[in-house]
C-alpha cells in the first residue's frame, strides 16, 4: 500500500465528531424542539380548544392532559382548499414552518399542543415580519391569564 492509500485509509476509520449546528440564530435559546401532530384526532381536539385568530393566520392551542405525552411541544398545520392550489397550499405551509421553527422554540410551553391554519391570501401574502410579530401576539394571548377561570 502506498504512502498516500494508508493515510486516506486511516482518515475512514476515525470517528467523525459532531456536525456544527447551523448558525440558524435560535441556538441559544430554549432547547424546545417541537414534534408534528400528524393524527386527525390531535387536530380536532386542538379545534376544540383555545383559538387566536391573527391576519396572517389561525394559531389553535390546546394543554394536554397529564397522561399524554408531557414535557415536549407539538405543533401542526393545516391549509384548506380555500387557499388555492397545491403549490400554494404547500408554500402557506412552508411559510408556517418557518415561522413556527423561529418562534416556538423559544415561546412555546411544554406539555401544549399548537396548531396554525393559514389564512387565504394573507399566510402567502403578509410580510414575514408580521407573520412573526402576528404568532408572539397569539401566543402571548394564549397564554395570558386574562381570560376568565373560576
Known amino acids: 500500500m502506498t504512502c498516500a492509500a494508508e493515510v486516506a485509509a486511516a ?3 476515525v470517528p467523525q465528531g459532531q456536525p456544527d449546528r447551523a448558525a440558524s440564530g435560535i441556538s ?7 414534534e408534528i401532530l400528524r393524527k386527525r ?5 386542538a379545534a376544540q380548544a383555545r383559538r387566536q385568530g391573527m391576519p396572517g393566520f389561525l394559531l389553535q392551542a390546546r394543554r394536554r392532559a397529564e397522561g399524554e405525552a408531557e414535557g415536549i411541544v407539538r405543533i401542526g398545520y393545516t391549509c384548506s382548499k380555500k387557499i388555492g392550489n397545491a403549490v400554494a397550499r404547500n408554500r402557506a405551509k412552508r411559510r408556517l414552518r418557518a415561522l413556527a421553527h423561529e418562534i416556538l422554540p423559544l ?7 399548537y396548531v396554525l391554519v393559514g389564512r ?5 401574502e403578509r410580510d414575514f415580519a408580521e ?6 401576539q397569539a401566543l402571548s394571548r394564549v397564554h395570558g391569564e386574562s381570560r376568565g377561570r373560576a
Open 11 to 13: 482518515d475512514r476509520n
Open 28 to 34: 441559544g435559546g430554549n432547547p424546545v424542539k417541537p
Open 41 to 45: 384526532a390531535d387536530f380536532l381536539r
Open 107 to 113: 415561546q412555546a410551553r411544554p406539555g401544549w399542543d
Open 120 to 124: 387565504p391570501g394573507a399566510t402567502i
Open 131 to 136: 407573520l412573526k410579530r402576528d404568532l408572539e
